[in-house]
């Protein structure tokens, strides 16, 4: 399909779809991001906005791109290419995204789940290097999970490995979007930090919270940067989420015994402050021996999570 | 080592350490006990008694040996092939096994955890076969697990992978062995069923478990008997484990997406009582795209699954 070659100074394009914009990377072989473009995501004509972005990049490339990687917010089946299931981008199940782009762009196409992606990128180039077997989570607005095993993403039996968000963390919980009562997701999502953090302010009306000036609509990230400016209900806040989290991290450890653990997504920019009270909880709810032998990390490649993770996809593609 | 090449009239042997007694079985190459054996384990040379019952079912073998498993109650390190842990049976910690009873069978010896083992002898000729990935759970005195993914057992990055009883799941639960808090084990293991029955007969005292006459020492196994001869109070407990076991399972279920469940261990004998619930609940705390490929099911070679796992594992260590 594709008119070259790989050989050492090709790169590798990947794009992100998942987000509120198309964000690209071009990659070097060795997942080092060489270039970046941005698109404006409107409802319109997915693929040939894909194909324009890819175009631009492929323009400004001073070595050939030999294959595509996208990203998408749902899931793929690896035989077919197409994405079958996805709750956020639902225009992207009826395109045939892969046959498109493959004959706008010339170039072999890798379509994977998001979560995919990010992980993959972060084995190879961010948090996760150095690592064979790797957990990787992404907590934002949902909270998903991806497993890496002896070097290679573990997909599971019909796609669906690393449902994290779902695990039951409270057997009495509230309901969960999936239908479940008490999954990680109802407390440790974006949405649900912010909830369970209105919660308290009508409890307990004379909270710090509104001392800092936050108004009423305030997201979790304002929450997370009250708490790095030292307020005390918002560091609470922060700190009961991580326990969660810890909580269904235990889970992880004690069924896999995994080298490293990698956490990603917005609800990680609260940083430490986080990031402690869930390597706390998971050293006290995990078997210790499997404990011991797991490094709990940030992610750090950001944004390029996804468009590394997806170009390293592509290009494994064309190694088999 | 061995003076035998192996072909396809050779045999394998496995033993059991784990139990009472020692349990042996003379495995076909693919799986099929072929003759057993057993043996009193007294607190004494344990080698030597091993030896003697290798001694024995080689006299009455028809074909060769080639190969010995042990399956033993602890964690092998598989490069030195010794046992690095065992609670429940300190001594063979002490005992360089494989060394010693290579000399004294002049057979290779693979020593393997007793959960790895059971799970790979269901995965070769019990529950599991026809499967390439599978989740193997042991309830008994204690809870644990073993994982078989692509084929192969997953032994995780020191050797603990399958810690399944020590998923939390209940945050606000009782104190467990290992430390954490509301452990599987601290409310699925069979002494503590018998523990909440205890709790439950006090605080309900015309309870009808003592109208089925039993005394107050009554085990796990008379409480499922109880529950399959119809007794309402203990089929309320057999089906609240199940609930909380179904729990758990919906963690690796999620987390893994995984073929198949194997469920092995004396809990299990309540039988459908129990197997039911616990798939009611892993359906109800599953993403569903899950939950609908997974098999859960019950373990189906009882005693002979260690040593027939143990075998098969040892006939592969001779492949490799």
Redesign the interface.
């Known amino acids: 399909m594709s008119t070259q070659t790989p050989d050492s100074s090709s790169n590798y394009l990947g794009i992100n779809v998942s987000g509120a914009s198309l964000l690209a990377a071009l990659v070097s072989p060795e997942g080092q991001v060489v270039a970046r473009g941005e698109a404006a995501f409107s409802n319109g004509d997915l693929p040939a906005q894909i194909t324009s972005l890819v175009a631009e990049l492929r323009a400004d490339a001073a070595s050939p791109v030999v294959a595509l990687g996208i990203g998408v917010p749902g ?1 793929v089946n690896p035989e077919t290419g197409r994405v079958v ?1 996805s709750n956020d981008l639902p225009s992207v199940v009826r395109a045939d995204l892969q046959t498109e782009l493959a004959r706008t762009t010339n170039l072999p196409i890798t379509l994977v789940n998001d979560a995919n992606a990010a992980a993959y990128g972060e084995y190879i180039a961010g948090a996760g290097r150095g690592s064979r ?1 790797m957990f990787y989570v992404t907590l934002g607005t949902g909270i998903g ?1 991806a ?1 890496i ?1 002896d070097g290679k993403l ?11 968000g ?6 009495e919980g509230i309901e969960c979007t ?3 009562t008490g999954c990680l997701e109802t407390v440790a999502s974006a949405p649900n930090i912010v909830r369970r953090t209105h919660e308290r302010l009508i409890r307990d009306s004379t909270s710090s919270l509104t001392r800092l000036g936050l108004n009423k609509n305030f997201t979790a990230a304002d929450i997370a940067h009250a708490a790095n400016e030292g307020d005390d209900f918002a560091m609470l806040m922060i700190e009961r989420t991580g326990r969660y989290i810890g ?1 269904a991290i ?3 450890i ?6 490293r653990i990698v956490l990603g997504g917005g609800v990680m920019d609260a940083g430490k402050l986080i990031l402690d009270p869930i390597i706390r909880e998971a050293g ?7 404990f ?3 490094q709990i990390v940030a992610a750090t490649l950001g944004p390029d999570a996804v468009p590394t993770g997806a170009a390293m996809l592509a290009r494994d593609a064309m190694r088999t």
Chains 1, 2 share one sequence.
């Open positions: 899931l299931v077997n999970g497993l095993m573990w997909y599971g039996d019909s796609g669906f490995a690393g449902e994290f779902h695990i039951t963390i409270d057997r999936c239908g479940n909580t235990a889970a992880v004690n069924l896999l015994n995994i080298q006290r709810r995990s078997f210790q021996p499997c011991e032998a797991t």
